[in-house]
């Protein structure tokens, strides 16, 4: 059960757009489509962002999108706002019927 | 409104135990997998057990597997994690959180947590 790898930190500014990449296996997200993201501010618990790879739940900003090639799933947030600053995890179903989290990502918007 | 709200975190010495309990409102709880998630201080979330909406089927993460037992009522709308031989580095705020379906896919809605703090 080896974690999904991310970037430790991305950054940009205001208006730009950032992607956030998640690297797994063939054993999880390369063989399955139940890729999801979290948004979590600090003190807060974790928000779903995206589902399935790129399903947004009722409620979230059309700025967010997701996708996945091969073992790589990514994050997309356009029209970055202060508001965005915040950690990021993917998460991915697994061969073993597990679910695993990626080591966490920090956005700065600058 | 969806609520899931955890409770039973303490302070306890390794290689005691403890129970956490999860309470869920506003939505039919035998549709969906429930799991519990943890986050040691200053750390990323590291997902510890789900249980489908049934009991049918049943995951842990190898941290905790033989140790920790997940179990679920659904006349009460309740979730359960039993922690046994617990260790230091179980020290976490343990969540509580709701599937999108009925087995392992997503983590839908979260509760706030409770703390389980393991020292001697």
Known sequence: ?110 | EVQVVESGGGFVQPGRSLRLSCVASGFTFDDYAMHWVRQAPGKGLEWVSGISWNSGKIGYADSVKGRFTISRDNAKNSLYLQMDSLRLDDTALYYCAKDGSNWNEYFHHWGQGTLVTVSS
């Open chain 1, 1 to 110: 059960q080896s974690a999904l790898t991310q970037p430790a930190s991305v950054s940009g500014s205001p208006g730009q757009s950032i992607t956030i990449s998640c690297t797994g296996t063939s054993s999880d997200v390369g063989r399955y489509n139940y890729v999801s993201w979290y948004q979590q501010h600090p003190g807060e618990a974790p928000k779903l962002m995206i589902y399935d790879v790129s399903n947004r739940p009722s409620g979230v900003s059309a700025r967010f999108s997701g996708s996945k090639s091969g073992n790589t799933a990514s994050l997309t947030i356009s029209g970055l706002q202060a508001k965005d600053e915040a950690d990021y995890y993917c998460s991915s179903y697994t061969f073993s019927s597990t679910l695993v989290f990626g080591g966490g990502t920090k956005l700065t918007v600058l």
